[in-house]
């Protein structure tokens, strides 16, 4: 694996991992499936300012820099990119908007995070230009709002979707879940549980009534959002939306905690 500072240093045509840093099973799945489709594989490693609400936030975020380097190299990536602030935002560089989309569930809670979201995506791909870009579908509002992107910038970039990796008790990795105690550790399992109840109910309305039950049941998580949505724009899904998927977010202990969940649902009303 070769360590490099500029973009300069790659060539076109990688499968492109994006990545903050802090490391664990969930990239590493992400670089294996990079792996899978090409022999070039670029993983970056940027903490991006614009995407944090406040300073405090973003000064928390968990760093790992040696870690990064060693699972990155164990997992089969060829170039690992670690850019400057300097070359990601020259100065004046313009902010992007992420219209709608962004304004909602977790951009409502997070004012400005999804545009700092779509402004780091388009630099990193003007940057490496890439013919493959895989992200996680942990983060599905943000996949959702990277293939607008793509769509809206006329890119020839595929992006590919990889299923959430679940820790065995069925809590989805985060960087983030560094920063829980042992007490709050078990506690963030009423995300899963809530979205199992959801994905298990017999119809939609059900589901709905499964989803906020199991979310409100635990005392020291507070919720923001608990719904059922439209793959496609986010709206609130009828029996009648195609690909529907549950989401769910909130704190605990000051940690913000997201996840999702596909439904299957029944067509009974």
Not at 18 to 44: C, I, N, Q, Y
Not at 46 to 69: G, H
Not at 166 to 171: I, N, T, V, Y
Request: charged share 25%; aromatic share 8%.
């Amino acid at each position: 694996m070769k360590i490099v500072t500029s973009s300069t240093e790659l060539a076109d045509g990688c499968a492109f991992v994006p990545t903050m840093g802090a490391l664990h099973a969930g990239h590493v799945s992400l670089f294996e499936l990079a792996r899978k489709k090409s022999d070039f594989v670029v993983a970056s490693i940027f903490v991006n300012p614009l995407q944090f609400e406040d300073q405090e936030e973003l000064s928390k975020y968990p760093r790992t820099p040696a870690r990064d380097i060693e699972l990155a190299e164990s997992s089969g990536i060829t170039h690992l990119w670690l850019p400057t602030y300097e070359e990601i935002y020259p100065a004046g560089f313009p902010k992007r908007s992420a219209g709608k989309l962004g304004e909602i569930f977790e951009g409502a809670s997070r004012a400005g995070h999804f545009d700092g979201v779509v402004t780091v995506v388009a630099r990193l791909f003007e940057l490496v230009r890439p013919k493959i870009a895989i992200f996680g579908e942990k983060d599905f509002q943000q996949l959702s709002l990277i293939r607008n992107l793509v769509t809206d910038l006329n890119l020839d970039i595929e992006v590919i979707s990889a299923p959430t990796i679940r820790e065995a008790d069925g809590l989805a990795m985060s960087s983030r879940n560094v920063r829980l105690d042992a007490d709050a550790r078990k506690d963030a399992l009423v995300l899963y549980r809530a979205l199992s109840a959801a994905a298990t109910a017999p119809d939609l309305k059900s589901a709905q009534r499964a989803l906020l039950e199991v979310a409100k049941s635990q005392s020291r998580f507070t919720l923001d959002y608990a719904e059922i949505v439209d793959e496609q724009d986010f709206s609130k899904a009828t029996y009648e939306t195609q690909n529907k998927r549950a989401i769910i977010a909130g704190w605990l202990n000051g940690v913000r905690l997201i996840d999702n969940m596909e439904m299957k649902l029944g067509a009974t009303r």
